[in-house]
């Protein structure tokens, strides 16, 4: 066979099978190859839950601090309270105990209202200075009962006060009744020699002192 034949004979390739043929030969695309090198991933925390147990906790806590607040509140009060009480009840008694000594001291003046009695008005004066001196008699009496009854200390001492003022005041009352009234002024400033008084000045002194001791057992022991 000639060459020509031979290029006559040989077949002409199809579209189809020149695509094959190029799609063969055509470079196969790159396939990205993982690094063998890895990077070290630090897992993130989980959320926090929410914790039960210390708001179990908190609520007590809460609870017993308001309690203790409430009773302290209290107690105070309640503290507040009684001290008020008490230093009320020693002023009540304070007064009452100078009241008892301001009736022994009225009827210690009586010898001298008695001299300094009006001259012309005789039978009105008797029966002024004879109720005067009848009021502060009962005045000594229920001071006399109530200062026995509060402290028998100051009740003893109030009661021997009352029988010497009796005694010593009661006799210069009679002699005053004896003597003429007062008409000059000069004669208005009676001295000690005339109506001597000293005598209850001792016993005084003894019932202040028995108050004053009287009041202070009323106190706490860190005011005393």
Not at 35 to 64: E, G, K, Q
Not at 94 to 107: D, L, P
Not at 139 to 145: G, R, T
């Amino acid at each position: 066979m000639t060459p020509a034949q031979t290029a006559v004979a040989s077949p002409v390739p199809s579209a189809s099978a020149t695509a094959v043929v190029r799609s063969s030969t055509s470079p196969v695309p790159s396939v990205p190859v993982p690094s063998l090198s890895t990077a070290t991933v630090v897992p993130s925390a989980p959320p926090a839950a929410p914790s039960s147990v210390d708001a179990s906790s908190v609520l007590p806590a809460v609870v017993s601090g308001a309690f203790l607040a409430a009773m302290l509140t209290a107690t105070i009060s309640i503290w507040l309270a009684r001290r008020k009480s008490r230093e009320e009840e020693i002023g009540r008694l304070r007064t009452a105990f100078a009241e008892a000594f301001a009736a022994h001291n009225a009827y210690k003046e009586m010898p001298y209202a008695i001299r300094r009695r009006r001259s012309d008005a005789a039978p009105e004066e008797r029966v002024r200075l004879s109720e005067t001196l009848r009021e502060i008699q009962g005045n000594l009496s229920y001071h006399l009962a109530w200062t026995k009854i509060e402290s028998e200390t100051v009740g003893k001492a109030y009661e021997e006060l009352v029988q010497e003022l009796r005694k010593t005041a009661g006799a210069a009352m009679h002699a005053a009744w004896e003597a003429p009234p007062i008409e000059s002024d000069t004669a208005m400033n009676i001295p000690p020699a005339q109506i001597d008084l000293s005598a209850l000045q001792p016993l005084e002194t003894a019932y202040i002192a028995a108050v004053r001791a009287h009041l202070r057992t009323l106190k706490p022991w860190w005011s005393r």
